[in-house]
C-alpha cells in the first residue's frame, strides 16, 4: 500500500525565482516474506508555478518582504497552505548565494514554507538537484550512458555528471547570464569574476560604454569554450581553472562524456535561439549563441532537456528527499522533524576502533567536531562499517553510550549507518540508555563530509523517515 506527501521546491537564484508542488509516493517494494523496503516510486509535479525576478535591494541583499509575499502567493495560487506540506526544500543559488541576507532569506522562506521544507544552499548540491530536475540522471540510468548536465543560471553554470545513473562528478564555475547587465543599450555592471578573461582578450570594457555586440560576444565566446573545457571535451586551460567557483567541488571527469544536456535560464536559448541579445537585460541569449557556435557543441550529443529553467526548482522539490532504510529505531516521535544536523564522519581508525568496542579516538574526533561546529547536537555515523555481528553491535551500543555524555541530557542521541543494522543497533544502544534520553537510529543514507541531515515525521506507521542531506554554503 502506498503513501504520498506534499513537497514543495522553491528556488532563489541570481535571476528569477520560481517554485514547485509535487507529490510524492511512497511504497514497500518488498514482498511480505521479506524485509520492507520502502522506496520513493512516483515523483508527480501537481503545481508549476510562475517566473518571477529575485527582487533585490541595493544590488546587495535580497528583499525578504518581497520574496516572502512572492511565496505567500503562490501558495494561494497553488491551493495550498503550508501545513499540509510534508517535505521539500527552498535552496538558495548562484549569485544569490553570495548576498548580505542569504542565509536569513533562506531561513525565513523555509519557516514560511512548512514545518519540514528545509533551507539549503551551495553550489554541489545544486549542481546535483538541477541535473536530476533536467532528466540527465534517469536519462543516464535508463540508457546506460555517461551524461553532464549544465545548469547555465544567471551568475554560475552548475555541472553534474551521471554514469549509469550514478553521480561520478560535479562542480560549479562562474560562468552565467548576468555576469554582464545592460540597460538601454548601456553597460551597467561587469562581474569582477569575468576580468580574467576580459584581460585575457586585450578587450577594453567598462560599464556606461554603449553595449557592443561583436565586442561582448568575444567574452561570451571566452566562457562558451571555458565550458567545453570544464567537461572535458576541449583541453583545459589556465582561464578553466580560475573560474571555478571556490566553495564548489573541483570537477573531475573519469570518463568521456556522451551526452549532454543543459538547463537554467540560459538553456532556453540553448534550445530555442533568439538574436534579442539583451531582451532580459543581460547577455543570456548571446552566452547560448555562443554555445551553439561552438565547435565542441556542434560535435557533441546534446539531448533535450525534461525541464531547462525549472531544473533547479524542479529537483528542490523532487529530488531532495529520500527515505531512511526500514530497520529503524527511534524512540519518541515528539522530537521530530530535526533540521540542520551537522554530520560527523570518523576517520576510518576511529570507526574501526568502535566497531572493536574502543570509543577513546571516535569519542575524541567527535568532541572536536561538536566544538567546531558550534551546535548543541551531531549526527553521528558508522559510514563503513557494513553487516557487523552480534557482538560487533554490542560493543558499537558500548561506545555510543559513551559518546551520548558528550551531548546535554535534553539533546536526542542521533547515530545513522549506511549499512542496513540501525534497528538492531538502535535496540542496543536503548538498552544502555535506557528512557533518560531520546534515540534516533536510522540506516540507508549517504552522507559525506560537510553535509547537514534534516529528519521528518514518520511515515507508514513508523516504518520509515523522510530524510533530506543537504549543504548549508553561502558565499
Not at 555576469?179 to 570594457?205: A, C, N
Not at 526500514?326 to 524512540?331: L, V, Y
Request: net charge negative.
Amino acid at each position: 500500500m502506498a503513501a504520498s506527501m506534499l513537497s514543495v521546491g522553491i528556488d532563489i537564484g541570481t535571476s528569477t525565482t520560481s517554485m514547485v508542488v509535487s507529490r510524492l509516493y511512497v511504497e514497500n517494494t518488498a514482498s511480505c516474506f521479506a524485509v520492507p523496503h520502502v522506496v520513493i516510486t512516483k515523483k508527480e509535479i501537481i503545481y508549476r508555478g510562475y517566473i518571477y525576478q529575485t527582487p533585490l535591494l541595493g544590488g546587495e541583499k535580497i528583499d525578504i518582504d518581497r520574496v516572502s509575499k512572492i511565496l505567500k502567493q503562490e501558495y494561494q495560487n497553488a491551493g495550498i497552505t503550508p501545513d499540509m506540506i510534508q517535505t521539500g526544500a527552498v535552496i538558495i543559488t548562484g549569485e544569490s548565494s553570495r548576498k548580505e541576507n542569504a542565509a536569513l532569506v533562506t531561513e525565513k522562506m523555509s519557516n514560511l514554507a512548512g514545518d519540514f521544507v528545509v533551507a539549503t544552499a551551495g553550489p554541489d548540491l545544486e549542481s546535483i538537484i538541477a541535473g536530476k530536475g533536467a532528466g540527465a540522471q534517469d536519462y543516464s540510468k535508463e540508457n546506460n550512458r555517461c551524461v553532464a548536465n549544465l545548469d547555465i543560471g544567471g551568475g554560475t553554470t552548475n555541472i553534474a555528471v551521471f554514469d549509469h545513473g550514478e553521480l561520478t562528478g560535479k562542480g560549479c564555475y562562474d560562468i552565467g547570464g548576468r555576469l554582464i547587465k545592460v540597460e538601454d543599450q548601456k553597460i551597467t555592471y561587469i562581474s569582477e569574476r569575468l576580468l580574467p578573461i576580459i584581460r585575457s582578450l586585450g578587450i577594453q570594457i567598462k560599464v556606461g560604454d554603449t553595449a557592443d555586440v561583436t565586442t561582448i560576444k568575444k567574452i561570451t565566446d571566452r566562457m562558451a569554450a571555458i565550458l567545453g573545457e570544464s567537461i572535458g571535451v576541449l583541453p583545459v586551460t589556465d582561464l578553466c581553472e580560475s573560474s571555478k567557483t571556490l566553495t564548489s567541488t573541483p570537477l573531475v571527469i573519469t570518463k568521456p562524456v556522451e551526452q549532454i544536456t543543459f538547463s537554467g535560464g540560459v538553456a532556453d536559448y540553448i534550445y530555442s535561439p533568439s538574436d534579442q541579445w539583451f531582451k532580459h537585460g543581460d547577455i543570456g541569449p548571446l552566452l547560448a549563441q555562443s554555445i551553439i557556435d561552438s565547435q565542441w557543441f556542434k560535435s557533441s550529443h546534446v539531448l533535450p532537456a525534461k525541464e531547462t529553467i525549472r531544473a533547479t526548482v524542479v529537483g528542490a522539490g523532487s529530488y531532495t528527499t529520500s527515505v531512511s532504510g526500514s530497520t529503524i529505531t527511534f524512540s519518541d516521535q515528539n522530537i521530530l522533524p530535526l533540521k540542520n544536523i551537522p554530520v560527523f564522519i570518523p576517520s576510518a581508525l576511529a570507526e574501526q576502533e568502535a566497531v572493536e568496542g574502543q570509543y577513546e579516538t571516535y569519542k575524541n574526533e567527535a568532541q572536536w567536531f561538536l566544538s567546531e561546529s558550534g551546535m548543541e547536537n551531531i549526527l553521528f555515523t558508522l559510514p563503513r562499517t557494513v553487516q557487523p555481528g552480534y557482538k560487533e553491535v554490542c560493543q558499537l551500543a558500548d561506545v555510543f553510550f559513551e559518546v551520548s555524555k558528550m551531548i546535554k541530557n535534553d539533546q536526542p542521541l542521533l547515530i545513522l549507518t549506511e549499512s542496513d543494522f540501525a534497528k538492531a543497533l538502535g535496540q542496543a544502544v536503548r538498552r544502555r540508555i535506557g528512557e533518560s534520553r531520546s534515540l534516533v537510529c536510522i540506516d540507508s543514507v549517504h552522507v559525506e563530509s560537510g553535509d547537514y541531515l534534516d529528519l521528518g515525521l514518520p511515515m507508514m506507521n513508523g516504518m520509515v523517515i523522510p530524510v533530506v542531506v543537504k549543504t548549508l554554503i553561502f558565499g
